[in-house]
């Protein structure tokens, strides 16, 4: 008697093992797309970027994606060669777009030349490559997004799918909690390019993470008995296909609630380190504290709620709950008069319940929208709209913030360029005492680490501790101030002696410059806190928004019987 063979899926361990390994190429990701959004003050402070610099290189993320349908042809692409080839492919795009972006935030670019890009604007020369690395970046990440959801019910379905799949979110956000929480620091106590570092390390890890599951996949076919054909020819994408994906309705309305809900949490995300130090006066160093109780929400909750769709069903409903809690949280952080930084740690939480909800529901409910053939190329459509969403919202986002703050970001460039003057003086003098060993070149890099701690420092410690209402731009004269930052440094700087201890040297001049600045930015009510106001006003109308299509797609699901509010496990 012939032995039955019995599918690689139906082992436990098996299924679950896989789901890791594919999930850690995420993993380095999400840590990275929030890596330098963490660091907004520092890349202003310390690189000169404002909020308009800021929007421009969050939304490059999506440029090839949008522009040139990367998504839509990573769908054809992984219809076509399946999940292996595909993965990989994408994992290692992910790895050259940071190494570019890496490159262009290191490099010292000559002047301030200008590049003009069609429907973005003019940029100067760093902040296009950064954006440009991050674009290719961009196009990996949503490749592998769309890949890892295939594989995902590939290897569950009829099983535990929306666990899966929550599983997955969890560990790719685990990568999200990371970053919000520790660019800073790492940003502070090493230097701006430390975060880029680090993300290229867990990135690398990535790939040979998914090189290990097409190991177990292509086990998974042998398993099954098919020899090399991860997608048969009967099962390929047809063109064709994609007529019957745009012609359903249903199909519309979760992608419509998908960018709708996802440009109302993840742009907040590249955002919430500096409404947290700008609106609620908390420490640089612990902003990231209260924005990862965010991804840390999802990480525990996400699996947890995708677990109660898979044994009771209500998909529909859960996302009608999410959106809620979603208008509940941004209509709160929107009122001006709500300082406390209790009231945004709470809500950042709540909104971490909101974000739980939705996606637990919404990705494990497209299968049964549409068939699994063509689930390759409809993830790749609704990625791709949902990138529509993540190119214009923090565009737009930056614009408002710097158009309704015109004078935060040059006021930092004159913080910075004054301290910077004083230290390139002081330190010039004793630049062979206090970097002994070192090659000029280090020594210049060291000199210019120290410049950006003192600036940082400053600017950071008006945020915090002042209160004073700014004076306006008209009646200030900058070049006075300046003068007079520049002044007061130097003063306290010139008195602290260079001892046998050069860190110790070192760590005194910054908080002398760190002090100096502090005083006359204060008593001149030098301008360097951003309102987030109206920004906030726009998370609030995308999150109402998706209530509406909510409610749609519980509508739809009735008329269609999709099954929506029915369990995924089958019995």
Not at 52 to 65: C, R
Not at 377 to 398: M, R, S
Not at 483 to 502: C, F, H, M, P, R
Request: a neutral charge.
């Amino acid at each position: 008697m012939n032995k039955i063979k019995q599918s690689l899926r139906e082992s436990k361990k098996a299924r679950w093992a896989a789901l890791i390994l594919a999930s850690m190429s995420i993993f380095g990701a999400y840590y990275f797309n929030y890596a330098l959004s963490s660091i907004k003050p520092q890349l202003e402070s310390i690189l000169g970027w404002n909020s308009e610099d800021f929007g421009t290189y969050t939304s490059a993320y999506a440029w090839f994606n949008v522009f040139l349908f990367m998504l839509i042809f990573s769908g054809f692409i992984l219809d076509k060669l399946g999940v292996r080839k595909t993965g990989l492919g994408a994992t290692v795009v992910m790895f050259a777009g940071t190494a570019i972006n890496y490159w262009a935030v290191t490099h010292n670019f000559t002047g301030d030349a200008v590049i003009h890009i069609p429907f973005v604007g003019d940029m100067t020369s760093q902040v296009f490559w950064s954006s440009f690395g991050f674009a290719i970046f961009g196009v990996g990440t949503e490749a592998t997004g769309i890949t890892i959801s295939k594989a995902v019910v590939r290897w569950f379905k009829g099983k535990e799918m929306a666990l899966a799949m929550g599983m997955q979110m969890s560990i790719a956000r685990l990568g999200t909690a990371l970053a919000v929480g520790i660019s800073i620091p790492l940003a502070k106590n090493f230097s701006v390019t430390a975060p880029i570092v680090f993300a290229l390390i867990v990135m690398l890890i990535g790939v040979i993470s998914f090189i290990s599951f097409a190991v177990m996949d292509i086990k998974l076919d042998k398993s099954e008995g098919v020899e090399n054909a991860e997608v048969p020819e009967e099962d390929q994408f047809k063109i064709k296909d994609i007529v019957s994906i745009i012609s359903n309705l249903g199909f519309w309305y979760i992608t419509i609630l998908c960018v709708l809900f996802y440009s109302a949490v993840f742009p907040f995300l590249f955002y919430a380190n500096d409404l947290m130090i700008n609106k609620y006066n908390v420490d640089p160093n612990l902003a990231g504290s209260i924005t990862m109780l965010l991804p840390f929400g999802t990480i525990l909750l996400t699996p947890v709620f995708g677990g109660i769709y898979d044994k009771y069903g209500k998909g529909a409903t859960i996302m009608i709950i999410g959106s809620l809690i979603l208008i509940l949280v941004h209509g709160v952080l929107a009122i001006p008069t709500i300082t406390a930084w209790w009231v945004a740690a709470l809500m950042v939480i709540i909104l971490g319940v909101g974000f739980s909800l939705v996606p637990s529901a919404m990705w494990p409910s497209v299968p049964k929208i549409i068939p699994e053939k063509q689930l390759g190329t409809a993830y790749a459509v609704i990625f791709w709209i949902q990138n529509i969403g993540l190119l214009f919202v923090p565009l737009i986002l930056g614009n408002v913030l710097n158009a309704t703050n015109p004078d935060v970001a040059p006021n930092k460039k004159v913080v910075k360029s004054a301290i910077e003057k004083v230290f390139k003086e002081t330190l010039a003098e004793n630049k062979t005492a206090v970097f002994a060993g070192l090659n000029e070149n280090k020594i210049e890099k060291e000199i210019e680490k120290t410049i950006e701690k003192a600036t940082s420092g400053a600017v950071d410690s008006i945020v915090q501790y002042s209160k004073y209402t700014p004076v306006p731009q008209s009646q200030i004269d900058v070049n006075k101030v300046k003068d007079q930052i520049y002044e007061t440094t130097l003063n306290k700087v010139s008195q602290i002696q260079l001892g046998d201890n050069a860190k110790t040297y070192l760590s005194e001049i910054e908080k002398a410059a760190q002090d100096a600045a502090y005083i006359v930015i204060s008593e001149e009510k030098l301008n360097i806190r951003y309102d987030y106001y109206y920004d906030m006003l726009i998370f609030l109308g995308l999150s109402v928004m998706s209530l509406l299509f909510a409610f749609l797609l519980k509508a739809e699901d009735k008329r269609k019987g999709y099954g929506l509010e029915l369990p995924n496990i089958e019995e």
